[in-house]
């Protein structure tokens, strides 16, 4: 079984004191992710996992928004473009696997072994960026307060409309992903 969750408190995936506001606050998020998928992890029951694959698409959802609406362009534009496209293509299997599971009725026969193999993917990518693109990160020329600001407006925007519909709207997003994925 996974203790991916005792990450949190080893190496560059500690929140540190020097660690710019809007790092900081995709750490907390990559915090929770590696709580969410050990929880999975450990269920049992159907339901559930479920329940719990359920709040992963929420929280993958409004974090992949706010680094791809907001700290990977603001990266990308200082010179960050290879770890950038890396967290890209990342993130559109994530969404592939999480579209798959979500269509899911919880009985299939791979329904948990896509809900691991997301879990996999999902941790293997949140160390990647605290290992790698942060550090780079870090060290740029960037208005870390403005972007602070955005991400904290963009996140609660997304929390407001998802309390309301049950769905998070990104239709600029969703445009660049079709356009990123158009074979």
């Known amino acids: 079984m996974s203790n991916y969750a005792e990450r ?5 995936h500690q929140i540190r004191k020097n660690d710019p506001p809007p790092i900081a ?8 992710f590696r709580k969410l998928v050990d929880r999975i992890n450990a269920a049992r029951a159907t339901a559930r996992k479920k329940e719990l694959a359920a709040e ?8 992949i928004a706010l680094e791809e609406e907001l700290f990977y362009p603001v ?7 290879d770890e950038v496209n890396e967290g890209l293509v990342e993130h559109d299997i994530q969404r592939f696997l999480s579209a798959q599971i979500e269509a899911m009725d919880g009985d299939e026969e791979l329904y948990g072994t896509r ?13 990647e960026e605290d290992d790698e693109m942060f550090l780079d990160a870090k060290r ?8 602070n ?5 963009r996140e609660d925007e997304l929390d407001e409309e998802y309390e309301e519909t049950g769905r998070m709207s990104t239709p600029e997003l969703d445009r660049e992903v079709q356009q990123r994925n158009a074979v």
């Open 149 to 153: 600001a955005a991400m904290e407006a």
């Open 140 to 147: 740029l020329k960037v208005d870390f307060a403005a972007l």
């Open 25 to 32: 606050h995709l750490k907390r998020e990559h915090h929770k």
């Open 56 to 63: 992963l698409h929420r929280l993958l959802a409004s974090h």
């Open 75 to 81: 990266v990308r534009a200082k010179g960050l473009v």
């Open 115 to 127: 809900l691991g193999v997301l879990g996999e993917m999902l941790v293997h990518h949140i160390d």
């Open 8 to 12: 949190n408190s080893e190496g560059h």
